[in-house]
């Protein structure tokens, strides 16, 4: 990946979203779902993966926006729909919401 590319939204967006931000965002996420013995036992390591997390998911949502963005425009010359590029944009501004939300909650709500 190039990820100056991805950040600009110049990968198409169907490997932007499904591949990028969905499956890598998720798997790169697995150490949340982590059981509370664990988090107890390396709480100070954890925490701070949260914060890279965050940040890498938040890095992720901009690439697949703009990407989003990209595809829509590109729909629009073609005279097609964009109902798929505004339907990942909506997921990823309701994920945001969750991202900030479980931040001030104190991630317990994640």
């Known amino acids: 990946m190039n990820i100056k590319l991805f950040f600009q939204g110049k990968v198409s967006y169907p490997m932007s979203f499904w591949v990028y931000y969905m499956l890598i965002g998720t ?13 107890a036992k390396y709480e100070l390591i954890l925490t ?7 940040a ?15 595809y829509k425009e590109n729909q629009r010359k073609k005279k097609l729909g ?16 969750r991202i900030i939300f479980a931040f001030f909650t104190g991630f317990s709500q994640l």
């Open 27 to 39: 798997i790169a996420s697995f150490p949340s779902f982590l059981g509370d013995a664990i988090w």
């Open 48 to 54: 701070l993966y949260s914060f890279v997390q965050i």
């Open 82 to 97: 964009t109902i798929w590029g505004t339907l990942g944009q909506i997921y990823i501004g309701l994920n945001l919401i």
């Open 56 to 70: 890498f998911v938040i890095f992720l949502m901009i690439g697949a926006w703009r990407s989003a963005n990209v």
